[in-house]
């Protein structure tokens, strides 16, 4: 159903609830919103809006009927849709959290398993899987602004490379690569070795202008992936989905990524009217951008050092960042671990307009200010 929601921030939150109830999901919104007013999760980097009203309608409505078995014509129907949205085609789309199986089969194509070259620090699940067949991780610092650094990513390929990983909008950073040096950078490498770009967090920032997809879809060789866990709210039903070149797509579904039987049907139903309500996702980047920024305007104000960060977190830089992170779990705040070597900045994912009045207010404390 269409519902029209009020874009100022308490306003757009008490919309969603609304529309959630009248979807017959109350309770779905009325404990997290109890647990709320005691701790606040901001540590994984989860979408504090939750999903679609839709998506939740499409999880009530298949909840009957689970002692039936995932059928091939729902699984292609979500990747008919997939693949018309990201303008590829479905032999191009494997379904799935997709990561960790990328790095298992990418290790197995080469006896020792090879090397990823990657940002570090950074999101390594697919180098950390690919360890049980030998894969190697081959770290890169980041640059001066805490970015992908292009230049030394591309000195670090060498005749063992089986891919490099590019996480854009990086995770911790949030930092996005520029356009032209992106473009660049793929055009030369993917000739080289596949290149994987990890495009977790880009629906909070230009994906249709950024987004590695439009490389792909020049016959490039590069794999994007996506997850629903972040922007669309799924992250508990673990659905994503890779776009590949149709030989690499088919030799994961060859090695069983994205089977039928692995599926979950409530995944793939909301996964189906999550994609297909976009004006959700607008709604939700729009608040996040709102919300980051009331938290970057009150790091300016105290002086702390922050990344540029286009994702739905903050990344900071304190003196004794251990005894900030104690003193923000005695607030009953949780925020992310430390990322070495940058062990003296933070990460703090944007929540709700009322945890980030609680972020606010214990840095402003913990500062002095």
């Known amino acids: 159903m269409d519902i029209s929601i009020d874009l100022t921030r308490r306003g757009w939150l008490a919309g969603s609830a609304a529309a959630l109830v009248a979807s017959g999901a109350g309770e779905a919104v009325a404990k997290p919103a109890q647990a709320a007013a005691s701790s606040a999760r901001l540590n994984l980097n989860e979408s504090a809006f939750g999903p679609s009203p839709r998506a939740i309608a499409a999880i009530r409505a298949h909840a009957l009927g689970l002692e039936r078995y995932v059928g091939e014509d729902e699984v292609e129907a979500l990747t008919a849709r997939i693949a018309a949205f990201e303008q590829v085609r479905p032999e191009q789309v494997v379904i799935g959290e997709v990561l960790e199986p990328l790095g298992l089969y990418l290790a197995s194509q080469r006896p020792g398993g090879g090397t990823f070259v990657y940002s570090d620090p950074g999101y390594t699940a697919l180098i950390d899987s690919s360890a049980a067949l030998g894969g190697k991780g081959v770290p890169v610092p980041l640059d001066g602004r805490l970015a992908n650094d292009l230049p030394a990513l591309a000195r670090a390929v060498d005749a ?206 913990w500062a002095g200010a």
């Open 160 to 365: 063992r490379t089986l891919a490099v990983s590019l996480v854009n909008p990086h995770n911790p950073s949030g930092t996005v690569d520029d356009r032209v040096a992106l473009d660049r950078f793929v055009e030369e490498i993917s000739a080289r070795t596949l290149v994987v770009a990890d495009e977790a967090y880009l629906e909070y920032d230009d994906l249709p202008g950024r987004s590695a997809v439009r490389l792909l879809r020049q016959g490039m060789n590069v794999l994007v992936f996506r997850t629903l866990a972040k922007i669309y709210g799924l992250a508990g039903l673990s659905i994503g989905y890779a776009l590949a070149p149709a030989s690499v797509a088919e030799g994961l579904r060859r090695g069983g990524v994205g089977a039928t039987h692995s599926l979950n049907r409530l995944a793939l139903v909301a996964a189906m009217a999550a994609l297909q309500d976009q004006d959700h996702v607008r709604r939700v980047r729009d608040i996040t951008i709102a919300e980051r920024g009331r938290l970057v305007q009150t790091l300016d104000r105290l002086g702390l050092a922050h990344s540029d960060s286009r994702a739905n977190f903050v990344f900071f830089r304190v003196p004794r960042a251990e005894d900030l992170r104690r003193h923000f779990a005695a607030s009953g705040i949780a925020v992310g671990r430390a990322f070495p070597p940058l062990s003296d900045w933070v990460r703090i994912t944007v929540g709700l307009p009322a945890e980030n009045d609680r972020v606010i207010a214990a840095l402003t404390a």
